[in-house]
């Protein structure tokens, strides 16, 4: 992936980080991820899976590999578990074609009113591998919003991957952003704990595994059933109109 061109702010502005989890959130692939980790299984092990009892949300890709590992084999080895990832992420393409996922309520129009907000970026923070995550951004429309990113290529624990998103940050903008005007947008615990982590904000979507309540418990700043529309989106977070951007930036 080329290299960013880092963004810059004028002195003294706002800048405002949104980490984006992806599924659940942003999207979903309708199964199609849990039947290409069945069908790399079926290659890798020799062994069928039900691809029902995959479970993935909140779990890393390295995580989900352990754990089909430690189902399947007495005694996984770790160049499996790489084997294992290497060919999910080779079948994901074919399986995401032809299965029934969408973008989820929301998502599109509010990254696509980010877009035109200079003052604001938008980056990955996933536990997928980057392969991964640009095969389903690709099949949906939604890679050119996302140039950067933290993914789980290098480590399971998704609070480093979190450290990592933020170190990536302060390093495209050349100094950090504002924490409180930054956030972690998921659909789990995990992603609040991630958000908790770094000292941004957690903006909780119930539209994966975890109802509004369930993710309510976890305290996150805001909780919603759907993303909202990018009016009210911006509004909550403190983004600002863009017409009030334009008329500023043409001072």
Same mark, same amino acid.
């Given at each position: ?133 640009? &095969? ?66 957690? &903006?909780? &979507? ?17 909780? &919603? ?27």
């Amino acid at each position: 992936m080329t290299a960013p061109e880092e963004r810059t702010s004028p002195p003294g502005a706002a800048r405002s980080v949104l980490f984006w989890d992806i599924d659940g959130t942003l999207l979903s692939t309708g199964g199609a991820g849990r039947l290409a980790w069945a069908r790399a299984a079926a290659e890798v092990w020799g062994r069928d899976l039900d691809p029902a009892s995959v479970t993935t949300a909140g779990r890393t890709d390295v995580e989900i590999a352990v754990a089909i590992g430690r189902r399947l084999s007495s005694e996984p080895r770790e160049a499996e578990a790489l084997r294992l990832i290497r060919r999910y992420e080779e079948l994901l393409p074919e399986q995401i074609r032809g299965g029934a996922g969408l973008v989820l309520p929301g998502a599109r129009e509010i990254l696509e009113d980010l877009a035109a907000r200079p003052e604001v970026t938008s980056m990955l923070l996933t536990g997928n591998t980057e392969a991964g995550a640009r &095969v389903k951004l690709r099949q949906y429309g939604l890679d050119r919003y996302f140039a950067v990113g933290a993914f789980a290529d290098e480590t399971a624990d998704r609070i480093a991957i979190a450290r990592k998103g933020w170190a990536l940050a302060t390093r495209l903008l050349g100094a950090p952003p504002a924490r409180d005007r930054s956030f972690v947008i998921g659909d789990t615990p995990h992603d609040i704990r991630c958000a908790r982590a770094i000292g941004v904000r957690a &903006v909780a &979507v119930a539209t994966g595994p975890y109802s509004a309540a369930q993710l309510g418990a976890h305290q996150p700043w805001w909780v &919603v059933e759907q993303l909202p529309p990018p009016g009210t989106f911006a509004a909550r977070l403190g983004l600002g109109s863009l017409a009030l951007d334009a008329r500023d930036a043409a001072r």
